[in-house]
């Protein structure tokens, strides 16, 4: 079996080293990489769908600070946004509410909205694991496209503490506390973020500036022998200042203006209890967890949410092993899902079905296979499955493929529609508006250097939408004062198509480079380009350690092209192609002891001038420096 050398081979492909760095005052040795693909979680050599794992040691050696700058330009990844606290994410030319957001596997977003990353700090991340494709048979009908899931650090044996900030176009703070013995581990997490921001109506205009204060808390107590209780807790208070689009706006000029007193405040909860019970021999092993998220805003249009999840996880060994070992596991979900806006008085009702098999036919071929049954109050029984498999042709050389179906149900907006005075626009309601569904495959090889010298990786996907939900503007209803709206589903499918292809390789012992690229093609029924999806990605990373002194250099580099977006100050709301743009960014790491660093960054190195949104500014060059602590 060749498990072993698939767990390195598969660490390359993912952006894991398999070595450790002696300057770096937070560095731990690496692991086999468990990723959460799955009902119950697969190691990454057994795992056939498409995934990159982003680690600690590279978050450290190339200054990233938020969960957005870490995604952005990962394989098959877009993040834009009209603002630092509205970044969307979309996979694979999906939309963004085809991407479900995790924290310690617990979703951030309530009701049934997607999630735009708001200046989530990575000080205590231990990893960030991308899952693409459809992924609705582990976690639901809101993962149509693919999965974040933001993993904070696991605490080890003994007390570790640190703290870091920084200051520049703001300041940040942070700092954790972690206490591990052998009946149980807990972790806390505090972060405090302002940033000064800059004018999003490029106006010349005051700084939109933005405030976060976190809370995050993990632990798990062994109460007996086989049975142990556990938490996550996460909770984070967000304002920030906003420039709006007036009505009647005829030029990119006059379509952002801004606005001094304009705010938004944020309050997010999510919390998940669980109970973990295993059988004397290890062979199965049972979960109950209770989830309750909550999400208030000041935003009326989308109101105060929350979700409530009740859940039992199953994992039974067929070769009678311990299931964390075991090469012939079934699994099984049942669960049931609460959803409530204050948007609505109708309160959303999903249970749960499934079950899935992970295993290894021969000593080169593991697969997972899974199917799920969901039922609601307030649409039709929806079935969605996927089928993946990973085979080694040789030591060196890895295929992988995957196909699945997603089911994604309309919002509680798309169903009740609702008024905006600010923009005169009025959203009409439409009760028969169905879910979208999602059908999509990919199949990739990975080809693996020579004494781990890297790797390269090459994925072909193909995706179809079907009854894609789209804003449609209703003439008949004109008045010359309102312009009316109403979500409808499109007639034929819409088609999302492409190329990921990455590579990590090292030319020398100091010197570590890292290539992407992405090729997306996203249209809807008539054929027409998708916005805010990229046609062309491409990253460009390079980290340099140096011999003879702690000291570690890197930069970053993402261009975009091809990008449309839709132009709202213009007759028919057109979309145009955004110009094309490079943006570059440089950090440094010193260590001054073996556990104090000096952190340095430039972000938008040499000051481009760009859009990722017609009409939005971005931020121009900015500089920044701090200190991390870990003992």
């Known amino acids: 079996m060749k498990k072993a050398f698939a767990t390195t081979a598969l660490a390359i492909a993912a952006g894991v080293p398999t070595y450790v760095y002696a300057q770096s005052s937070s560095t731990t040795e690496l692991e086999p990489i468990i990723v959460s693909g799955g009902i119950s979680p697969v190691a990454a050599d057994e795992f056939g769908r498409s995934n990159t794992v982003i680690t600690r040691q590279q978050i450290e050696d190339r200054g990233f600070v938020t969960v957005q700058q870490a995604l952005e330009a990962q394989p098959g990844v877009s993040v834009t946004g009209t603002g630092p606290s509205d970044r969307q994410v979309r996979i694979r030319g999906g939309e963004a509410n085809h991407v479900l957001i995790l924290v310690n596997g617990v979703r951030v977003a309530a009701g049934d909205s997607g999630y735009d990353l708001r200046s989530f700090d990575i000080a205590n991340i231990d990893r960030i694991e991308v899952l693409r494709g459809p992924q609705s048979v582990p976690y639901g009908t809101d993962a149509a496209s693919g999965v974040i899931n933001i993993i904070t650090r696991r605490p080890a044996a003994g007390v570790s503490r640190g703290a870091s900030f920084e200051f520049g176009e703001g300041d940040r703070q942070s700092a954790f506390l972690t206490y591990g013995v052998p009946r149980g581990d807990l972790s806390v997490t505090v972060d405090n973020l302002h940033d000064k921001g800059y004018d999003l109506s490029g106006d010349g205009g005051e700084r939109d500036s933005t405030s976060w204060e976190s809370f995050t808390s993990k632990g798990r107590l062994a109460l007996t022998e086989q049975l142990d209780a556990g938490f996550s807790f996460r909770l984070a208070d967000g304002r920030y200042d906003l420039d709006d689009a007036p009505f009647g706006a005829t030029s990119e000029d006059t379509y952002v203006v801004d606005d001094i007193d304009k705010t938004n405040k944020l309050l997010e909860r999510s919390i998940e209890a669980f109970l973990d019970y295993t059988s004397p021999t290890g062979a199965s092993t049972s979960r109950v967890t209770l989830e309750d998220i909550g999400n208030q805003t000041a935003n009326t249009a989308i109101g105060d949410q929350t979700t409530r999840i009740y859940k039992y996880r199953g994992q039974y060994a067929l070769d009678d092993r311990p299931t964390?070992?075991?090469?012939?596991?079934?699994?099984?979900?049942?669960?049931?899902?609460?959803?409530?806006?204050?948007?609505?008085?109708?309160?959303?009702?999903?249970?749960?079905?499934?079950?899935?098999?992970?295993?290894?036919?021969?000593?080169?071929?593991?697969?997972?296979?899974?199917?799920?049954?969901?039922?609601?109050?307030?649409?039709?029984?929806?079935?969605?499955?996927?089928?993946?498999?990973?085979?080694?042709?040789?030591?060196?050389?890895?295929?992988?493929?995957?196909?699945?179906?997603?089911?994604?149900?309309?919002?509680?907006?798309?169903?009740?529609?609702?008024?905006?005075?600010?923009?005169?626009?009025?959203?009409?309601?439409?009760?028969?508006?169905?879910?979208?569904?999602?059908?999509?495959?990919?199949?990739?090889?990975?080809?693996?250097?020579?004494?781990?010298?890297?790797?390269?990786?090459?994925?072909?996907?193909?995706?179809?939408?079907?009854?894609e939900i789209f804003a449609k503007e209703l003439t008949d209803k004109s008045t010359g004062e309102k312009t009316y709206f109403q979500a409808t589903n499109r007639q034929s499918d819409s088609r999302r198509e492409g190329i990921e292809i990455s590579t990590e390789f090292r030319p020398a012992e100091s010197v570590d480079f890292g290539l992407s690229y992405t090729y997306t093609r996203s249209t809807n029924d008539e054929g027409s380009v998708e916005g805010r999806r990229p046609m062309h990605e491409f990253g460009l990373n390079t980290t340099w350690r140096a011999s003879r002194l702690p000291l570690t250099l890197s930069g970053d580099l993402r261009y975009v092209r091809d990008l449309y977006d839709q132009q709202f100050y213009k007759e028919g709301n057109p979309f145009a192609k955004i110009p094309a743009f490079t943006v570059v960014n440089f950090a440094a790491r010193y260590s001054l002891t073996d556990h104090i660093d000096l952190t340095g960054r430039i972000t938008n190195a040499f000051d481009e001038d760009y859009t990722e949104v017609w009409g939005y500014a971005t931020r121009g060059r900015a500089g920044y420096i701090g200190m991390a602590a870990s003992w």
């Open 324 to 467: 964390a070992s075991s090469d012939q596991l079934v699994s099984l979900l049942l669960e049931s899902k609460e959803d409530s806006a204050k948007s609505s008085t109708d309160e959303r009702k999903n249970r749960s079905y499934a079950i899935e098999y992970r295993g290894f036919l021969s000593d080169d071929f593991s697969t997972q296979t899974g199917v799920r049954l969901d039922t609601s109050d307030d649409f039709s029984n929806s079935v969605t499955w996927n089928l993946a498999g990973s085979y080694y042709f040789e030591p060196s050389l890895r295929a992988h493929a995957s196909v699945g179906r997603a089911v994604v149900y309309p919002s509680y907006f798309d169903i009740y529609g609702g008024d905006f005075p600010f923009f005169n626009l009025v959203y009409e309601p439409n009760r028969d508006i169905k879910p979208e569904k999602n059908l999509g495959f990919d199949i990739g090889l990975e080809w693996s250097f020579p004494d781990d010298g890297g790797l390269v990786a090459l994925t072909y996907y193909n995706e179809t939408l079907e009854d």
